[in-house]
C-alpha cells in the first residue's frame, strides 16, 4: 500500500483505510510518517523534520488528491 504525498519524507506507513463516501473525503488514511525536511500536506499539515514518527489522518477526494493505493503489502 502507497500513498502519494507532496514534500520529503523518509519512511511512511499506512495503519488505516477507511472509505468515507459523502463524508467531504472519499477515503481517509490513518499513516505514521518520518519527517526528514520541511514537508507541506497542503491544508492536511505542516511539519518540520524531527525526532519521531509523526501520526496524521489524511483525507482523499478522489480526482483532487494524489492517492495511490496498491494491495501488494
Not at 520529503?8 to 488505516?16: A, G, H, L, Y
Not at 511539519?47 to 519521531?52: N, R
Request: with cysteine.
Amino acid at each position: 500500500m502507497f500513498i502519494v504525498v507532496l514534500g520529503k519524507i523518509e519512511d511512511i506507513v499506512v495503519v488505516s483505510v477507511k472509505e468515507q463516501i459523502g463524508k467531504n473525503c472519499d477515503y481517509k488514511v490513518r499513516a505514521r510518517y518520518w519527517p526528514t525536511d520541511e514537508s507541506s500536506f497542503g491544508s492536511a499539515a505542516r511539519v518540520i523534520s524531527g525526532t519521531e514518527w509523526l501520526m496524521h489522518d489524511f483525507c482523499f477526494v478522489q480526482g483532487r488528491n494524489s492517492l495511490i493505493l496498491d494491495n501488494t503489502n
